[in-house]
Structures are given as C-alpha cells and as structure tokens.
C-alpha cells in the first residue's frame, strides 16, 4: 500500500520521521473471522486506531422470506440462522408462535425440549472454545477434540430428527416425532462421559501460560456498557450481571431444575473471564441434562395445534437463552397463514456493538481473539 | 417474570397513546426521547429488539354505533405508515417487556434516535433505516448495515420490486416461475 | 504451577495420552467408526462400494437408519405407477420452503383429472431435505430417501430428478427406515380401519332410516286406508 497519494491516510510527525496510518481489510475470506465478516483496521504499527465491522455479506433476507410462507415452512430456515445451534432457533420460533395461538405443549416434549436445548448449548460451548484457542495458534488440537465430542451429540441428533445439523425437529404445539427407542439410554452415556472430557480439556487449556498470558487483560467490557448495548448470554455474565432468561423468563420447564447461574464480579471482563464462563456453563448444562434425563415422563409429543396454523390478528415476542445470548422472535399476525412481520433479535449482532470499544488501544492479533470470544456466527448476524 | 407495567409512562407523559390490541405505547411526536431518558432513569435499562414494521394504505373495515344507536359496518382507509418499534427490560428489576412504538409516514420516513439513552440501538436502527428507509434524527453513525453502500432502495418495504438485473441461466426454476406468472404456484 | 511452562507441560501430557490412546480406544479416534456396514469394517478396495443404476443399497446409506437426505415418491410394488400413492394434489408443492417440486396432473383421453401425476420433478440441487413435504402430505405419498450420491458433469438438468427416478416401492423404504416405515404402515392401516368402521356405521344409519321410513309411510298408508 503506499502511502504517497492516497488521500485517506493522515501523515504522522513520529521522531522525526513522516508515517502514516496503515489501513487492513480483514476481510470476508479470512480464517478467523468465523464466517464471511470484514473488519476495516487502522493500525499505528501495530495498535489499532480505528476498527469498523462490516457485514451483510451472508444477507439472505430471511425475513422477508417468511412473509410469503406460511408458519411452518419458515420453520426450517431458523435452523439456519445460527447454524451451529439449530434446536435452540427452532424453539425460539415456537415460543413465539405458541404466543400467538392457545396451546399446550405435552410434559414429555417440554423435557425433550429441554434436553436438545441443552445438547445444543454443550454442543456450541465446546465448539466455540476450541474455535477460540484455534484463533489463538494452537493450530487444530483442541479443535479436534472438541469436534470429537461434538461428533457423539450430532449423531444423537441424526438418531432424533434425520439430521445432524439442520434438524427442524420442534413443532408448534411439540415436537415432530418422538425419539427412537434407545436414545435416552445412549444419551445418557453421552452426558456421563462429557465431565471427564471437560475435565481433561481443562487440564489441557486452563493453566496454560500461553492462554493466560494472551487472553487476561485483553477485551475488557465494563457492565454499565454491557448492559446499555444490550449484550446478552455468556458475554453479559463475563461482565458480572447475572442475567439469565432462563431463571428470569422460565419459559418451557426450567423452573424445575435446579442450576447455577455462572457469572463473574464485573471486576474485568476480559476475554479470559468469558472463555471460563462458557467452560462453567457446560458444566450446568450436564447438571441440567441429568436432571431431566432422569425425569422424563412417558407420552404425547404433539399438543392439539390445529392444522392449519393461522392465528388471529396479535403481536407476540419470544425469547429464549440461546448460547449465545438471547435469542428473539418477534411475530406479528394478522389472521392469514403468513406472518405479516417475522423479525428475529440476532444476539450475534448485538454483541458486536462493543467490538470496536474493546479493540480500540489493542494490538491486532487481539482483535482477533476479541472477535472470537464474542462468538458470532455470521448467518445470525446477517440473517 | 414481572410485567412492567406502562401505566407510570402513561401518566407521566399524557400525549402518548395506549394501543390495547398491540399492546404497545405509542409514543408522541417529538417526545421519544424524553420518553426513553425518563424510563432509563427509572431503571428500564435494556433495550432488547428494534425493529420496523411497514403498512401500506388498506381499508378497514370496523364496526361502530351509529348515531341511531344501531351497529354497523363502515369501510375506512387506514393511512399508511411505519412503526418502529422497542421491546424494552429491565436487567435490574427483571422485569418486563415494555413495547413502545413510534410512527411515521411511508414518505420522508423519520423518527428519533434513541441511541444516545441505549446503545442497543446503534446497529438495530441501522438495520431500519437500511431496510426500511427511516431516517433517525440523532443517530451518530447513520449508513447502510446490511446492504452495500451504492445500493438504492429499501428491502424490507411492501412495495419493494427487485431490479431486473437477474443473471440468467438456463435451470428448470424457470418452469416453476412461469407457473407462478399463470397463477398456480403461490411463492 | 510454580515453574514458568508448567501449565503447558500439563496441557502436553493430555496431548500425549490422547495420541497414544487412540490406537487402542474407540473413544478417542476423531473419525466415526462404521457401524452400518454389517460386518464393521471399511471398504477396503473400490470393488467394495456397491452400486447401481437408480435403487440404493443398503450399505451406502450413512451412519444410521435415521438419517434423511431428498424425497421419493412410494409405490405399492408391482408397476410402478399402478400403485403410486401421489394423487398429485400439490399441497408438497405450495408448502415446499425452496419451492423445489414442479407437479403436473394426469389427465385421460377424455380430459378428465386421474389421480395420479403426470410430471413430478424435484430439483435437487435446490432442495434441502428439509421433511415439510412429508409432513403435509395427506396420502403417505412422498418420504424421505437417504441417498446422496446424486452427483452429475450435466449442469443443467442433471439435478433435476423425474418421477420415474423418483418411484421406490414400499419394502425399498422399510429397507431403509425400518422403524419409520413401520410406524407409516400401522398408521395407515388403522385410518383405513377407521374410515371402514364409520363408512359402516354411517351405512347402518342409513338403513335403519330407511326402515324407520319405509314404517312410517307404511303406518300412514294403512291409517288413509282406514278413514
């Protein structure tokens, strides 16, 4: 790049020598940046000055898409939303749609529910942390271990709904069908070995200098700013507010199981901070599973939704805590079969409101792992 | 969890309007903001969804009591508009939601930015004026979120042709689009 | 750890036992093991893969029997299209996310609608084995196959699969989906069961009206006689 006759770059005294400001596009092809996202940089050597975030590259519409369906058929494209999780889109969507219209979901699939939830949150935590130290330069091994145990719950998955990943399994009213024979059995045995990996996982991450030295420190997000810029999830509680949706909304069954909520002072909320907060939250997460895999009752699936799902004319938003962060659906009906507004509340894209804040004063490479713990998936952000 | 009730917002500020059927406070013209400084002040302090929503001009049909007493049907022309609308909490008190909703016309689409009492706003109300074309007064950094910079036209509006600058080639989509021209697929 | 580095010489012996497990354990070798192939072992040579023209085997299908990957339409054995199942309503078509199915009715020399299709294509390059199609169809008409060896070097209308390639007959899909095609077989035969017990009640009725009257007109004529 040079830096004679470009007119953007403002030319620096700096010990008597004539520098300028370097501008980087990190840009939508780049292997850290979790999917097709940009950052335009501009650096001083090697601090940055100035971070834009620029998206839109994966923009599909979605939401005028669902205009022109009916209810049902914009169900399988919330799974790919976030594709990583899609249980947890879908109940998002049939929270919201329950709203609208009068109907109870049986015990045995709000346990069910429950229980994929769950397994997505396992699922997400696991892959974003080995993601995260893969952005570090541990170049793939606590990825692949990661992926090993993502593995065993995605074949849970394809056991359950077909496929492993885009599984448009929940219904409005239940779930679409009931889980084979065996399942609950394998999935137990999947979630008793889960706390010895993590276990192992630890051993392998947590005291590691390297980690210590390049995440603590680095991100800091103060809790007034986390809470005016509407950052939810594992992000808001590394920042020190204990505020989860499922103990303040309790929407499906959570309120009977018992789970803690981890979150820090607020001291510092370093990237440090919500990389062990997500390691904390599977741990509740096997808590919860247990729970429930203990206590699922025999029974229906489907409640009596009817079959044409055209509610009458209402407004309702759902939310649910999503991994990462809280997920919303907000539904305007009025009385045909297709939804007048579909909006859906990306916590991806809210959390990217504090980038540029935690970046700013930073070196570059931190950039990177600040992008990284703040876990976004680009089909979210840009729907 | 707790309801969070509209009624103080009401009482606070006369001029804005309680829609039942919504369930949203519609707020005053020109007032959004005092509005939302008042309720951070009383520690709704979370802003948790932005978004638009866009009607055009339809008639409404609507029953009344005529002057005779008697009930009957009359046809109205609801004008068009674009509501932006806020779902608003309260980390503190965990409790909410809270709906308000500004409205404004389709033409010269403007409302106030509520950007500077909650910072959620920021890339949400970028998100409306990109799709929608609202334009928000006080807004610190206002462009295009979603969309490239050049592009003209607002998406996410009714009326919103795409331009005819599809790329062509030879699928079998093209029998399923020209079913639809007929009239007997609905897309 | 008091020792600069000793966190990382931790974190390197759970490298080192993970490496040196996974020769002996099945818990630490990153790869799926193949449990669907019936003897457990993976194809060794390329006379392995079997593989013919339009039905898929068993032992190509992928790791379990769940697994769902673009339609079929199902026939009842026999000619195919004697005993196709689709009576070509196109709800699938309407309610299709992607918009992937084309139908076309079949129509007799005379012009009159026969229930069957005359053109069923499903573009699979556009389809996404999302399943809605399966749910709103009201005949047990089309499910899900689990075939994705689709590819093709013809861009332009090799992924468009015909009815023809379409039709699998009933027993190819408990072949596949064991436990689903059972499940749809039961269901069927007790709406069958119960629409044949209503059709008889309702006929029951019918008769029972009809003697009702038939008495009554009887009573009535007799009561004429006697005035």
């Known amino acids: 790049m040079?830096?004679?006759?470009?007119?953007?770059?403002?030319?620096?005294?700096?010990?008597?020598?004539?520098?300028?400001?370097?501008?980087?596009?990190?840009?939508?092809?780049?292997?850290?940046?979790?999917?097709?996202?940009?950052?335009?940089?501009?650096?001083?050597?090697?601090?940055?000055?100035?971070?834009?975030?620029?998206?839109?590259?994966?923009?599909?519409?979605?939401?005028?898409?669902?205009?022109?369906?009916?209810?049902?058929?914009?169900?399988?494209?919330?799974?790919?939303?976030?594709?990583?999780?899609?249980?947890?889109?879908?109940?998002?969507?049939?929270l919201a749609a329950e709203k609208l219209i009068e109907v109870e979901v049986p015990e045995r699939a709000e346990y069910l529910r429950v229980i994929m939830a769950e397994l997505t949150r396992l699922v997400n935590h696991v892959s974003l942390v080995g993601f995260f130290i893969n952005d570090l330069g541990a170049l793939g091994t606590p990825l692949?271990?990661?992926?090993?145990?993502?593995?065993?719950?995605?074949?849970?998955?394809?056991?359950?709904?077909?496929?492993?990943?885009?599984?448009?399994?929940?219904?409005?009213?239940?779930?679409?069908?009931?889980?084979?024979?065996?399942?609950?059995?394998?999935?137990?045995?999947?979630?008793?070995?889960?706390?010895?990996?993590?276990?192992?996982?630890?051993?392998?991450?947590?005291?590691?200098?390297?980690?210590?030295?390049?995440t603590q420190g680095v991100g800091k997000l103060s809790r007034e700013l986390a809470v005016s810029a509407g950052v939810t999830g594992p992000m808001l509680r590394a920042s020190g507010v204990a505020y989860d949706l499922r103990k303040v909304d309790q929407y499906g069954i959570y309120d009977r199981f018992k789970f803690r909520v981890p979150h820090t002072d607020g001291d510092v909320g370093d990237c440090y901070d919500r990389f062990m907060i997500r390691m904390l939250e599977m741990r509740e997460s096997i808590e919860i599973l247990k729970q429930a895999l203990a206590g699922i009752p025999k029974g229906e699936i489907m409640g009596n939704a009817p079959r044409v799902f055209k509610p009458k004319p209402a407004e309702a938003y759902g939310r649910i805590e999503g991994p990462k962060g809280e997920l919303g659906f907000y539904l305007i009906a009025d009385g045909s079969p297709k939804p007048y507004r579909f909006r859906v509340r990306p916590p991806s894209l809210i959390n990217l409101t504090v980038l540029r804040d935690m970046c700013l004063g930073g070196k570059i490479a931190d950039a990177v792992i600040i992008l990284g713990s703040i876990d976004i998936v680009l089909g979210e952000v840009d729907r | 969890?707790?309801?969070?009730?509209?009624?103080?917002?009401?009482?606070?500020?006369?001029?804005?309007?309680?829609?039942?059927?919504?369930?949203?406070?519609?707020?005053?013209?020109?007032?959004?903001?005092?509005?939302?400084?008042?309720?951070?002040?009383?520690?709704?302090?979370?802003?948790?969804?932005?978004?638009?929503?866009?009607?055009?001009?339809?008639?409404?049909?609507?029953?009344?009591?005529n002057d005779a007493g008697k009930?009957?049907?009359?046809?109205?022309?609801?004008?068009?508009?674009?509501?932006?609308?806020?779902?608003?909490?309260?980390?503190?008190?965990?409790?909410?939601?809270?709906?308000?909703?500004?409205?404004?016309g389709r033409d010269n689409a403007e409302a106030e930015s509520l950007t500077p009492v909650w910072r959620s706003c920021d890339l949400q109300e970028r998100e409306v004026y990109d799709l929608f074309g609202v334009n928000f007064k006080g807004h610190p950094d206002q462009r295009r979120i979603l969309m490239w910079d050049e592009f003209e036209g607002h998406p996410m509006r009714r009326d919103y042709t795409e331009p005819f600058d599809y790329e062509w080639e030879p699928t079998p989509h093209n029998e399923i689009l020209e079913k639809h021209q007929k009239g007997k697929v609905i897309v | 750890?008091?020792?600069?580095?000793?966190?990382?010489?931790?974190?390197?012996?759970?490298?080192?036992?993970?490496?040196?497990?996974?020769?002996?354990?099945?818990?630490?070798?990153?790869t799926n093991d193949y449990s669907w192939r019936p003897d457990g072992a993976l194809p060794q040579s390329i006379a392995d893969y079997p593989k013919e023209?339009?039905?898929?085997?068993?032992?190509?299908?992928?790791?379990?029997?769940?697994?769902?990957?673009?339609?079929?339409?199902?026939?009842?054995?026999?000619e195919p299209m004697d005993t196709v199942r689709c009576v070509a309503c196109q709800i699938c078509e309407r309610e299709c996310p992607p918009q992937c199915i084309y139908i076309e009715k079949d129509y007799d020399e005379n012009g009159k609608y026969i229930k069957r299709p005359a053109i069923f294509d499903i573009d699979v390059s556009?389809?996404?084995?999302?399943?809605?199609?399966?749910?709103?169809?009201?005949?047990?008409?089309?499910?899900?196959?689990?075939?994705?060896?689709?590819?093709?070097?013809?861009?332009?209308?090799?992924?468009?699969?015909?009815r023809d390639d379409l039709l699998k007959s009933n027993d190819y899909y408990h072949q596949i989906h064991p436990e689903e095609a059972a499940a749809r077989d039961q269901k069927m035969a007790a709406e069958k069961a119960a629409k044949a017990a209503k059709k008889?009640?309702?006929?029951?009725?019918?008769?029972?009206?009809?003697?009702?009257?038939?008495?009554?007109?009887?009573?009535?004529?007799?009561?004429?006689?006697?005035e």
């Open chain 2, 1 to 65: 969890m707790n309801e969070l009730s509209h009624e103080p917002v009401l009482q606070q500020f006369p001029d804005a309007v309680w829609d039942e059927a919504a369930g949203a406070v519609i707020l005053p013209l020109g007032q959004a903001r005092a509005v939302a400084e008042w309720l951070l002040g009383q520690g709704v302090d979370y802003c948790s969804n932005v978004t638009g929503v866009d009607y055009l001009e339809r008639e409404v049909k609507e029953k009344i009591t």
């Open chain 3, 200 to 226: 008889k009640a309702a006929g029951e009725k019918a008769k029972a009206a009809a003697e009702k009257k038939a008495a009554e007109a009887a009573k009535a004529e007799t009561k004429e006689g006697a």
């Open chain 3, 53 to 78: 023209e339009g039905e898929q085997l068993r032992d190509t299908t992928t790791v379990t029997n769940y697994s769902r990957n673009f339609p079929m339409l199902l026939h009842d054995g026999g």
């Open chain 2, 71 to 104: 009930v009957e049907t009359i046809t109205r022309t609801e004008p068009s508009r674009i509501d932006v609308v806020y779902h608003l909490y309260s980390m503190q008190n965990k409790t909410g939601p809270l709906v308000l909703k500004q409205r404004t």
């Open chain 1, 2 to 94: 040079s830096t004679a006759a470009a007119p953007n770059y403002e030319l620096l005294q700096q010990d008597g020598l004539e520098t300028s400001l370097l501008e980087v596009s990190m840009g939508p092809h780049h292997p850290s940046t979790h999917g097709v996202f940009r950052m335009d940089v501009k650096l001083d050597g090697e601090t940055v000055v100035d971070l834009q975030p620029v998206f839109g590259y994966l923009h599909r519409n979605h939401e005028k898409l669902a205009e022109n369906m009916t209810y049902l058929s914009s169900m399988p494209f919330t799974d790919r939303l976030d594709y990583f999780n899609s249980m947890s889109n879908n109940w998002a969507y049939a």
């Open chain 3, 126 to 162: 556009v389809c996404m084995s999302c399943q809605i199609c399966v749910e709103v169809c009201p005949f047990d008409a089309i499910v899900m196959n689990s075939q994705f060896e689709l590819s093709t070097p013809n861009r332009f209308g090799g992924l468009l699969v015909r």
């Open chain 1, 144 to 214: 692949m271990y990661a992926f090993r145990e993502r593995e065993k719950i995605l074949d849970l998955f394809e056991q359950a709904s077909g496929a492993r990943m885009m599984c448009n399994y929940f219904r409005f009213g239940g779930l679409r069908n009931d889980v084979p024979e065996g399942w609950l059995e394998r999935a137990g045995e999947v979630v008793d070995r889960f706390p010895s990996f993590l276990d192992e996982y630890e051993q392998l991450l947590c005291e590691n200098e390297i980690i210590l030295s390049r």
């Open chain 3, 1 to 30: 750890m008091s020792i600069l580095g000793g966190g990382i010489f931790k974190g390197m012996a759970v490298t080192l036992r993970n490496f040196v497990s996974s020769y002996f354990s099945k818990e630490r070798l990153t």
